[in-house]
């Protein structure tokens, strides 16, 4: 269909090929019937087509965005950690710094990480269907090597993670013995298990993909 053309000079700018314009005559169509097309329905299945033709723009840039907005934020919020602010007017605004806030900016890490992982196996899905070209990056994580390196490098983070936690778990199970508790450790535990969850998303997915490179 439509897509045919696009998918030509994707598939040509990607292998470097010299792409030149040819004049032609345009004839009208005397045919008595209505066109085919749907202009909402035929255009959004272009668009698409040619999103999932790039997937580094649509998935690997808004994940990479969102993991360091997510990082930020959370590294903010854990400075301010037991502050207060005042406002011009003399409202307190700590409350946007608080645990439910800091708890709902991990999910832009977590998305952000489900996203660069979808433009990863997508890439790796295109180059298998041989419609996109293979690259560097993408060929060295297929490699097994590869693949074991991350499962033993997420493997000795999980370790270190649980560990953290416990030390998290301890601090909170104190400062609530003692009275004196402090949003800071909570945070920290918030923050450590979106880590553990990271950390599980990246295990699971080098099998995932190891799974249908065996196909």
């Not at 897509?3 to 005397?30: N, V």
């Not at 660069?116 to 060929?139: A, G, H, N």
């Not at 953290?164 to 450790?185: A, E």
Request: proline share 4%.
């Amino acid at each position: 269909g439509m897509e045919f053309a696009s998918e030509m000079l994707i598939k040509a700018l990607k292998k470097g090929l010299a792409i030149r314009e040819i004049p032609i005559t345009l004839h009208p169509d005397l045919r008595d019937r209505k066109p085919h097309l749907k202009s909402f329905r035929d255009g959004w299945r272009h668009l698409r087509f040619i999103l999932l033709m790039s997937p580094l723009r649509l998935f690997f840039l808004p994940g990479l965005a969102s993991i360091l907005l997510g990082v930020i934020f959370s590294l903010v919020m854990l400075g301010a950690a037991g502050k207060s602010f005042a406002w011009k007017e003399g409202g307190d605004i700590s409350s946007l710094f608080g645990i439910t806030t800091f708890a709902c900016v991990q999910g832009l890490i977590i998305l952000g990480e489900v996203l660069v992982v979808f433009s990863f196996v997508s890439k790796m899905l295109l180059v298998q269907k041989k419609i996109d070209m293979p690259s560097p990056m993408v060929e060295k994580l297929r490699s097994r090597r590869a693949q074991n390196r991350i499962l033993l490098g997420c493997g000795a983070g999980l370790a270190l993670n649980l560990g953290l936690m416990g030390l998290i778990v301890k601090k909170l199970y104190d400062s609530y013995t003692l009275s004196r508790f402090t949003p800071l450790y909570t945070k920290l535990g918030i923050f450590n298990f979106t880590l553990f969850v990271s950390l599980m998303i990246l295990f699971f997915t080098v099998f995932f993909v190891a799974g249908f490179e065996e196909e």
